[in-house]
């Protein structure tokens, strides 16, 4: 059979045609199934979580409770935090800082035998508190004896209550960098802050009053000086809290964690493995966030806080990583 050659020409236009289409769709079903790139995890865009301060155990799991507070957003999140050698710094420009109690070892309006009895007492049980070497359990009967004779002490300070605000002017109570950021941060987005902490009270709230962080999403529960019928320092308001009983002090201030309670979403910050016990009050927690602050013999306490905490921070003086976090769940 023969064909014109105009017939067989516009055959040929048609074949080209069919093959082009053919060429096109399979290259185009290429394309489609190409497997997608894996989507990073959200901590690994973080780049403040790639410093070298910042140890993760398990970044799987961290991924997994930042994502769930992520898609909780502001109104599922409460955030708890220790104050001394967490929110305040330990040293800055080579000198240590000093804690609320210090309130009672560097004040000048302090006798220098009182300074030495402190002094004795702190270097004694200070060593005992941070050694890697003995557990929570037996550590609790030395801290508890610390803070006693502490207490004991106290009415011979000769501190009065009207001389408390300029006594913490004369200390070097500074927080780390950053704080005023993450504490105003939680204040616009209405995130209620708990500072539960073993140090004094009075202290840290002419610190926050002075740097005018004292918000009112921000609740104190620490140790309170009390004071005679003439002002004079006698001990504290109510029972000590000390560095290995934050659980029990926790659950006896049952009405805050009540008023909170629809805030299931909790990030714990803390330097000490006994800060852990700061959120026994909670209740329903849906995923908490644990934060921890390693300031000394970092070497030998990091496996016992990699252990303890999602995060750890070595020597790290500032809430960057903590505004980081914040940055992307508020």
Same mark, same amino acid.
């Given at each position: 059979m023969f064909f014109s050659?105009?017939?067989?020409?516009?055959?040929?236009e048609l074949s080209i045609g069919i093959g082009t289409v053919v060429i096109a769709s399979l290259i185009t079903l290429h394309v489609i199934r190409k497997p997608r790139k894996k989507i990073s995890r959200i901590i690994d865009t973080m780049e403040i979580l790639n410093r070298n301060t910042v140890h993760i155990k398990n970044?799987?799991?961290?991924?997994?409770?930042? +994502?769930?507070?992520?898609?909780?957003?502001?109104?599922?999140?409460?955030?708890?935090?220790?104050?001394?050698?967490?929110? +305040?710094?330990?040293?800055?420009?080579?000198?240590k800082c000093t804690t609320t109690?210090?309130?009672?070892?560097?004040?000048?309006?302090?006798?220098?035998?009182?300074?030495?009895?402190?002094?004795?007492?702190?270097?004694?049980?200070? !060593?005992i508190e941070v050694d890697p070497h003995l557990t929570k359990a037996e550590k609790e009967p030395y801290m508890i004896e610390w803070y006693t004779k502490c207490i004991?002490? @106290? !009415?011979? +300070?000769?501190?009065?209550?009207? *001389?408390?605000?300029? @006594?913490?002017?004369?200390?070097?109570?500074?927080?780390?960098?950053?704080?005023?950021?993450?504490?105003?941060?939680?204040?616009?987005?209405?995130? !209620?802050?708990?500072?539960?902490?073993?140090?004094?009270?009075?202290?840290?709230?002419?610190?926050?009053?002075? *740097?005018?962080?004292?918000?009112?999403n921000v609740k104190i529960i620490a140790n309170f000086l009390q004071f005679d019928s003439?002002?004079?320092?006698?001990?504290?308001?109510?029972?000590?809290?000390?560095?290995?009983?934050?659980?029990?002090?926790?659950?006896?201030?049952?009405?805050?964690f009540d008023h909170v309670r629809v805030r299931n979403n909790v990030i714990l910050l803390g330097d000490s493995l006994g800060d852990l016990d700061m959120a026994a009050g909670v209740q329903d927690a849906d995923v908490m966030l644990k934060i921890g602050f390693l300031n000394f013999k970092i070497e030998e306490n990091l496996p016992k806080y990699l252990d303890a905490f999602d995060i750890v921070l070595s020597d790290d003086q500032s809430m960057d990583v903590i505004v980081g976090l914040l940055q992307n769940i508020l």
């Amino acid at each position: 059979m023969f064909f014109s050659g105009g017939f067989q020409n516009r055959l040929l236009e048609l074949s080209i045609g069919i093959g082009t289409v053919v060429i096109a769709s399979l290259i185009t079903l290429h394309v489609i199934r190409k497997p997608r790139k894996k989507i990073s995890r959200i901590i690994d865009t973080m780049e403040i979580l790639n410093r070298n301060t910042v140890h993760i155990k398990n970044r799987d799991h961290v991924e997994e409770i930042v +994502s769930r507070i992520i898609r909780g957003g502001a109104s599922k999140l409460q955030v708890i935090s220790d104050f001394d050698q967490t929110l +305040s710094r330990v040293h800055k420009n080579g000198e240590k800082c000093t804690t609320t109690y210090g309130i009672f070892e560097h004040s000048s309006r302090i006798s220098e035998e009182y300074k030495n009895q402190t002094a004795f007492l702190y270097n004694h049980y200070h !060593p005992i508190e941070v050694d890697p070497h003995l557990t929570k359990a037996e550590k609790e009967p030395y801290m508890i004896e610390w803070y006693t004779k502490c207490i004991d002490l @106290m !009415p011979s +300070s000769g501190i009065t209550k009207d *001389c408390v605000p300029d @006594m913490v002017a004369d200390l070097n109570v500074i927080l780390r960098d950053n704080s005023d950021v993450l504490l105003e941060s939680l204040y616009k987005n209405n995130v !209620p802050l708990l500072i539960f902490s073993a140090g004094i009270g009075d202290v840290l709230k002419v610190v926050l009053q002075r *740097c005018n962080l004292l918000y009112p999403n921000v609740k104190i529960i620490a140790n309170f000086l009390q004071f005679d019928s003439e002002n004079k320092l006698i001990g504290f308001k109510n029972d000590l809290i000390h560095t290995f009983n934050k659980n029990r002090s926790s659950i006896e201030n049952h009405e805050y964690f009540d008023h909170v309670r629809v805030r299931n979403n909790v990030i714990l910050l803390g330097d000490s493995l006994g800060d852990l016990d700061m959120a026994a009050g909670v209740q329903d927690a849906d995923v908490m966030l644990k934060i921890g602050f390693l300031n000394f013999k970092i070497e030998e306490n990091l496996p016992k806080y990699l252990d303890a905490f999602d995060i750890v921070l070595s020597d790290d003086q500032s809430m960057d990583v903590i505004v980081g976090l914040l940055q992307n769940i508020l």
